[in-house]
Each structure stands twice: as structure tokens, then as C-alpha cells.
């Protein structure tokens, strides 16, 4: 069963090219930050948060212009603790589909290479290159695409917490 699943995809990986693989690792990468950063917003925020709330609340001043910037200081903190690997994220999401894109153009060129060997007739002989061409577009194309939507969802929650936060760090008039 498992030697079957390893043969699958090593044929998978074998019919996309050397491309595939780093679109593969690539994905990973992006994969394992957003869950990184979903399990720092569904676990560590929460406790960040509420020692933050705590630490304003504790204050006396909560009214002076000090106040303001220290309060500032506080949201900017838990806002950059949100967003930490975001931009790194949303880097790995843009690459994706470009280097689906440079899949493309080197299965292209090995289609090329064997018309000029074979001639334009052979069939056959071309498919190997179609199919390293088509393979890393939509392996790219798929992982930018999951990216896209973990990456949207991780950016709305941030600023969603961020606004809460706002809300509960309250100015004394």
C-alpha cells in the first residue's frame, strides 16, 4: 500500500520534472507557515491578548498623550506578533504560479527538442514534454490557489483582531 502511494508519486513527480519538486517544496514551506500561523491565532494570540489587556487595564494613566503611544505601541506590537510571516506567505503564493510558468516553458522546450530530432510527426515522443509542460502549471496553479484563500483568511482575522483589540485597550476621558 505504501510502496504503491511512493511509486505513484515519484511517476507524478517524474512526468511533471525537476520543476514539480521545487513547486512541491515550495508549497510545503507555505504550508507549514500558514499552519504555523494558524495555530499561533487560534492558541498563543488569545493569551497575548488578554496580557495586554490586563497590562493597559493595570494602568492608572490611560488618558495623557503618553498614554496614547504607549496604548499605540501595544496594538502595534499584537498587530506585528499577527502578521509575522504573512508577507513571506503571500511571497511564496506569487511564486507559485511563475514557477508553474517556468514548468511550462521547459517542457516546451523539450517538445521542441524532439521535433527537432524526430522530426514533427511523432506523437507520441512530444507527449512526454506536453505533459512536463502542463503538470507544474497546475501544480503551481493549485498551490496558489490554497495560498490565495489560507492567506486572504489569515489577513481578515489579523485585522479583525487588531480592531478588537482597539476596542478593549479603551481610552479613559
Not at 41 to 70: C, E, L
Not at 119 to 133: E, I, L
Request: net charge positive.
Amino acid at each position: 500500500m505504501f510502496l504503491e502511494i511512493f511509486e505513484s508519486i515519484r511517476d507524478f513527480t517524474e512526468t511533471g520534472g525537476v520543476i514539480l519538486l521545487i513547486i512541491g517544496g515550495l508549497i510545503f514551506v507555505m504550508w507549514i507557515l500558514i499552519l504555523e500561523r494558524i495555530f499561533y491565532v487560534t492558541y498563543g494570540h488569545k493569551q497575548f491578548k488578554k496580557q495586554t489587556i490586563s497590562t493597559w487595564q493595570s494602568r492608572s494613566d490611560r488618558s495623557s498623550w503618553n498614554a496614547h503611544q504607549i496604548r499605540q505601541a501595544m496594538i502595534s506590537r499584537v498587530s506585528l506578533k499577527l502578521r509575522f510571516s504573512l508577507p513571506v506567505i503571500q511571497a511564496l503564493v506569487a511564486l507559485c504560479p511563475l514557477l508553474g510558468l517556468m514548468g511550462t516553458v521547459t517542457g516546451m522546450i523539450v517538445v521542441f527538442d524532439v521535433m527537432a530530432m524526430s522530426g514533427g510527426g511523432n506523437a507520441r515522443s512530444m507527449a512526454a514534454g506536453v505533459s512536463q509542460a502542463t503538470i507544474p502549471t497546475m501544480a503551481g496553479m493549485v498551490g496558489a490557489l490554497s495560498g490565495v484563500f489560507a492567506s486572504t483568511w489569515l489577513t481578515r482575522t489579523a485585522k479583525t483582531e487588531r480592531l478588537h483589540l482597539e476596542d478593549a485597550l479603551e481610552i479613559q476621558r
